[in-house]
Structure formats: C-alpha cells, structure tokens
C-alpha cells in the first residue's frame, strides 16, 4: 500500500492534529503525516507533533504584513519540498487565497465546528446555544476559496443539552471532530471520496447522507 504523504496545517492546540497523528499510526491507515506546519511560532500543537517524532516546520504570516499571497508562496514551497500529497487544517487560522486552494482543489481538507452550512466563521457553539440549536456537531469538508462552503466529506451530530455553556458543548463537538477527521482522511486517501464538480462523490456516489450520530441513537 502506497499511503499518501499528508502535511497538518495548525495555529493552535492541535487537538485534531493528534488525532490524525494517532490514527496514521495505524498499519492499515492509508496515509502518513509528513508534515506539521505552524503559522504560529507559539502554537502548542508543535510540542506535540515533535515529540510525535514529525517533522515541523513554522512560517510565520506576520513578517507578510497584508501579502497573504507571499506567506502562500512560502507555504507551497515547503509543502513541494516535503512530497505533500494531501493538505488537511485543523484549527489553522489563516484564510487561505483562491491562489493556494486551486492548486490543492480536492486534495485539501478541513474541519469545522458546526453542521454546515449551518453556522459557518467562529464562535459557532455560542451561536448554536443563542439560536436554541437542539444538536450541533462538525464537518470534515473539501476546501474552495469561499469559507467554510466546500462539499461535506462526512459530518457528525451531537445532542444539545440543557445547561451546556458554549465551552460543555465545544467539547461535545471536539470529541466527535476527533472521530470524524481521520474517517474522512482515511476516505479521501483511499480515493473513495472525491471532490468532482464541486460535489464530494464516494465510491462514484454523490455524497447525500453524511450525518453520522455522536453517540449513537
Ligand atoms: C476545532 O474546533 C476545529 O474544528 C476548528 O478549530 C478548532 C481547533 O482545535 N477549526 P484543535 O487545534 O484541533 O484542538
């Protein structure tokens, strides 16, 4: 089995990041992370990855100024020097420029904290609790240049309960993100899931049902 090369984007905790990394340990998984790369010089998730025994590297966006461009530049470079095959952001807070997400069109993953296209940009549990959202939950999408908006490659929904605080409910999400990013890792590295047309197909079949229950009915 060839498995893909995968570079992690990150500016922070990295909790998805580990998640990856912990599933690539896996024989049968088809993909091995290469790469973690950092916009933050103080991200947490770095600690991690190195002593996961990965490879990090940190391009800072700041000394860029405005030319997101430039930083992108940087970024492909490090990114072709690694033999990266696939891209995935987890928690990386920078948009991306349609320059950079053409060149990785269908081979570029994120995850998000709602179920899109509900609540798309941040603070999505706390806008979740004030709509009077009964579940909520996360998506594993394709990346195209407007946010949050690519095809869902597999999502999962979480109840609501009575009293959560935006903070109870991130970590409802956070538990279930980290159940569905390697999932949809695993189906996009095996070619199962595609994006064509602007539509994640798996197994040649438009994706309709992608809701997976967390915990199970
Ligand atoms: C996650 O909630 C992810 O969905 C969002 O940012 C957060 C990153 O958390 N994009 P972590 O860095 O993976 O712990």
Redesign the pocket.
């Known amino acids: 089995m060839s498995r893909k090369r995968v570079a992690i984007l990150?500016s922070?905790?990295?909790?998805?990041?580990a998640a990856l990394i912990s599933a690539a340990r896996a024989p049968d998984f088809p993909a091995e992370i290469v790469l973690v790369v950092s916009n933050n010089p103080e991200a947490p998730?770095l600690a991690h990855a190195r002593d996961a025994g990965i490879a990090t590297a940190i391009i800072d966006h700041r000394p860029f100024g405005k030319d997101r461009e430039a930083f992108e530049r940087n970024l492909q470079g490090v990114l072709e020097a690694n033999r990266v095959e696939l891209v995935c952001l987890?928690?990386f807070m920078r948009m991306l420029t349609p320059w950079f997400v053409h060149r990785w069109l269908g081979r570029l993953l994120n995850?998000?904290?709602s179920l899109l296209p509900e609540f798309k940009g941040v603070d999505t549990h706390a806008r979740a609790l004030a709509a009077g959202a009964k579940t909520h939950g996360?998506t594993v999408h394709f990346v195209v240049p407007e946010m949050d908006s690519g095809p869902v490659i597999a999502q999962a929904r979480v109840p609501v309960h009575r009293g959560d605080t935006p903070d109870t409910l991130a970590a409802r999400?956070?538990e279930a993100?980290h159940h569905i990013y390697p999932i949809a890792l695993r189906y996009v590295a095996e070619g199962r899931a595609q994006m064509i047309d602007g539509r994640c197909m798996i197994d040649g079949k438009e994706h309709i049902e992608p809701v997976l229950l967390i915990p199970p009915p």
């Not at 922070?12 to 990041?17: A, D, I, K, L, Q």
């Open positions: 990150i922070g905790r990295g909790s998805n990041m998730g987890a928690g995850i998000h904290p996360a999400v956070l993100e």
